[in-house]
């Protein structure tokens, strides 16, 4: 089986453009916040002079750090959704496959690709751990797809970290060259 699979140019918590680590307290240019218990729509990288960094939550970088809805982590009790967005445009939706890992402060309710449920969770208690595998090879769209991560604050601070690990798609018309069809 030949493939031709290209990057699809999506990015980890806590980075910029090329995928460095952002400075403590600088906005997350790829996630932005809907809820309705703090203002704004920013996502904050946490600092690790404050607490809960770097200990107990799970320590930053150096592929991705925590981002929160204020930049001291603390927010008021309830849901807060995490949204990014990519492009599949020149890229076959149909062979997408997105793997990555998720960490939360508290509970992950679930990842929704386009408004559709992944069926992913975290435990109340995960930040202290370890990152949370997930996998995704159907619902994408052409174009533009909304990726978002739920989670739910008990209380005190609250957060998210998102570790994509393999983002891929092959090309729409793709045309194998004439020495690979020998093959």
Same mark, same amino acid.
């Given at each position: ?8 140019? @999506?990015?980890?918590?806590? *980075? /910029?453009? %090329?995928?460095?680590?952002? =400075?403590?307290?600088? $906005?997350? #240019?790829?996630? &932005? @916040?809907?809820?309705?218990? *703090? /203002?704004? %729509?920013?996502?904050?990288? =946490?600092?690790?002079? $404050?607490? #809960?960094?770097? &200990? ?128």
């Amino acid at each position: 089986i030949l493939s031709w699979a290209d990057s699809i140019n @999506i990015f980890n918590t806590g *980075v /910029s453009s %090329t995928n460095t680590l952002l =400075a403590a307290g600088a $906005v997350d #240019p790829h996630y &932005s @916040i809907t809820t309705n218990l *703090v /203002s704004g %729509t920013f996502a904050y990288v =946490a600092s690790n002079s $404050v607490y #809960p960094l770097p &200990s107990p939550w799970q320590p930053q970088g150096p592929n991705s750090q925590w981002i929160a809805p204020t930049t001291d982590t603390n927010g008021p009790i309830g849901n807060y959704t995490y949204t990014t967005t990519f492009d599949l445009t020149g890229l076959n939706a149909a062979t997408a496959i997105l793997l990555g890992g998720w960490n939360t402060d508290n509970n992950g309710v679930n990842i929704f690709l386009n408004g559709n449920p992944l069926g992913s969770t975290t435990t109340f208690t995960q930040f202290a751990c370890c990152f949370v595998p997930f996998s995704v090879s159907s619902g994408f769209l052409p174009g533009i797809n909304t990726l978002q991560f739920v989670v739910n604050n008990g209380g005190g601070p609250t957060g998210l970290r998102v570790e994509i690990t393999s983002a891929t798609a092959d090309p729409l018309n793709q045309v194998p060259e004439p020495a690979t069809l020998l093959l």
